[in-house]
Structures are given as structure tokens and as C-alpha cells.
């Protein structure tokens, strides 16, 4: 290891010390834990504003580390390297990189500031039209920057721009669940303008909540300056600012034709995010207010002193009251297989033709219809009518377990009830 190199893991580890203990330091502690030199480096260094990106300034000579700890050592040091790299200043003139760059991040920010603004009946249009040009010029300031502002047509004598979804494929694959995301938002931003709909908010806010966090996490691999300033990061939260679709209200406005596209997409939707799973692909942020003191809030969003890294901090929601019916189901069986033997499984579910024996969805069916658990909101039961999806609390599962436990036959008698009203109907 080189003696630069060897310095710099020193420094490393000692920045790594004093943010963990909360401590700060002075000049003379940096050089004496590393051996770069005072004079020559430590205090030249610091004067030129070459570490602020590791550290920050607690008053005269007194210094306290940025957040490290979750860097690699290869990452630390490319943060104190003095190379110039895309989105840094320069004093020269502007390249087409770093126009298409201030480009995105208007657009970026603009596209926010719509969304949260409910008074707009037309923010989902507005929205998907600018927040498809932030992801363009965001694409291209960075195939211009790696391959030549030539890279970004689609041939040289045509003059045309590649699109967003050719850069999309180009950078990110095809296979990619971010591109997976942003196609979704590129066919929403192709539909006819009249098919755009306030409505449709109530599926897609998902899909654009997660289109937003994936811009701001490839912004920050990519680019050494903030997308966006501390004070703005609640923008990053989008809320649909939809009551429950009231279905009938909505034929009288738009007609029955429309009305069937409408619930079409919107249920098409849905059982796509269901399929796929991912938060590169789709995220739900329930939004309560409420009145807190310090220490009993639910989470905080806060982004770490250096502007490098945005962190979900404290009480992070429960989601084990957001449960789907499968979930539910493999829940119930994880429980059940770590408390029962495999011969009481055989008992409980003699049909099953899983190994070990399990609960299916034919029996949860017949339990959920006997306790009537979906005919309101509940202890065990919540409708989101907006969306027009059920979700089940934790003391479902406890339930389901320990009735099952207590009364073998108890399923036997319910699966009789619950399929001899199937045939009826």
C-alpha cells in the first residue's frame, strides 16, 4: 500500500472513531492519527475546502466528521479526490452535459411541486409530462458525459434526439425494475390527453413515489452536487389527496364508456404492483397527522450532513398491520409449522399436498367469510376504498393460530359451510 493510500485509510478509520463516538477534533489530532503534515496538508487541505465532503467545521478549530461509516474504503477515498467529475463547478464554459443537468433538475423539482399541489385537477398530466422530461435530460446529461455529446442522436445526419424510453433501455436494461417503472410512466405520459384523468392518481401515486426516489438515488451515484436542499426532501413525499372514488359520481361526470377504461386501469394497475413487489417499482406512503412529542414520532425523513445520503430515521410505520390475504397465509403457516409437529399439520390440513401440510387459500377464504371479517373496518380488517384492496392486521394471524390450536375440527366445519355456499351459487 502506497503511503498516500495508507494515509488515507488512516484517516478513515479515524473519521469513523469520532462520528460513531459523536466527538469532534482538531487539526493537530488529524495529522497526528494519519501523518499527513500540518502545515502542508492538513491545514492547506482544509483551506481549500478539499475535505468538506468528509467533514464539516464545529467552530474555530474544532471539526466534526460527516457521516462515513456506511462508505467503503475504495468509496471514502474517491470522495477525497480532487478530480473533476459531472455536476461539479466549472469556470469555463458550460458543457452540454451540464446544461441538460440544470435541465433535469428543474424539471426534477417542478414536477413536486405540481404533484403536491391538489388544487390542480390536471397535476397528474402535468406531472407525467414533466417529470418524463426530468428522467430525459437526466439520461442524456449522462450518455453525453460518458460517450460524447454526439451519443445522444439518434444518428448524425438525422439530427434526432434518442427518446426517454431508448436512453431508459440504454442505461438502465430492459430487465430493470427502475425501467420497469418508468415505462409504465412513459406509456401513462403516451395515452390520449382526454384518458389522463384525476382519478388515476388513486393507482399510479405508487408508482410515481418510487419513480421519484429512483431519480434522487441515481442523481447521487451519478452527480457530485444535491438534487435537492435539505428544507425541500418533504417534497420527495407525494400524497394522492383522493377520497374513496365514489363510482357512481364518476359515470354522471365522465360517462359509462370512459368510466370502464377508467376502473380498467386502475384495477390493471394495482395487480401490477401486487405481481411485482419491489420499491424500485412501486411505493405506498400512508401520510397520518398528528400531534407527537419528541421521541414518540412514527419515522422523520432527514438527509445526512454531507447531502449524500437521504435516511428514513427513528420508528420506522408497522407494516405488519398492511397485510395482504397471502401474506396473511404464509404468516399463518411459518407460525404454525415452528409450533405444531408435522402430524398435528396432517390433522389440520389432511388434504393439503404441500410438505409440511399447510393453510391454502380455499381455507383462509372459508375463515375470513365465517368471521365476516370484510364486512367493515375492524381489529383484524381495514378497506382501502380508494384503491379498492383489503389489508389485514397482525391479530388476524395471532387468531387464526391459536384457533386452529384450540379447535382441530373448527376449520373442517367452516370449509363444509363455506363451499356448500359456493355450489349453491
Known sequence: MSKVANQQRKFYNFLKKHELARTSFTQKQISDATGYSLKGTVRAKLSR???????????ENRYISKPVSHLSLQEFMARLSTKRGIGTVNKGPISQSERLLKQAKDNYTLSLEIYNRPSLENRIQAFTLIHCAAWEHFFKALISSKKGKDAIFKSKKSGRTKGLEECAKELLGQNSKVFRNLKLIIDLRNT????????LSAAYSPIFQASVINFIKLWKKEVS????????????????????????????????DL?????????AVIQEIEDVKDNEFAISFAHTLRFAKEGEEDFTIRQLIDGEKLVVHKNAPDHSNELLSK????????????????????????NSKTSPPSMNSNDWSAISTDQKWKSGNNKFHREHGVINRSTYTIECVHWIVQKLKDEPDYLPRVKAKYNKSRKKK
Open 49 to 59: 475546502n478539499e475535505w468538506d465532503k468528509v467533514l464539516a467545521r464545529k467552530s
Open 192 to 199: 390520449s390527453t382526454h384518458h389522463i384523468l384525476p382519478e
Open 225 to 256: 452536487e444535491p438534487l435537492l436542499p435539505e428544507s425541500s426532501l418533504g417534497l420527495m413525499s407525494l400524497t394522492t389527496g383522493e377520497t374513496e372514488i365514489k363510482w357512481e359520481a364518476v359515470k354522471t361526470k365522465y360517462g359509462p
Open 259 to 267: 368510466v370502464k377504461e377508467i376502473e380498467s386501469t386502475i384495477n
Open 327 to 350: 401474506m396473511v397465509i404464509e404468516k399463518v403457516n411459518e407460525r404454525l409449522v415452528d409450533e405444531l409437529s408435522d402430524g398435528d399439520l396432517k390433522l389440520l390440513f389432511p
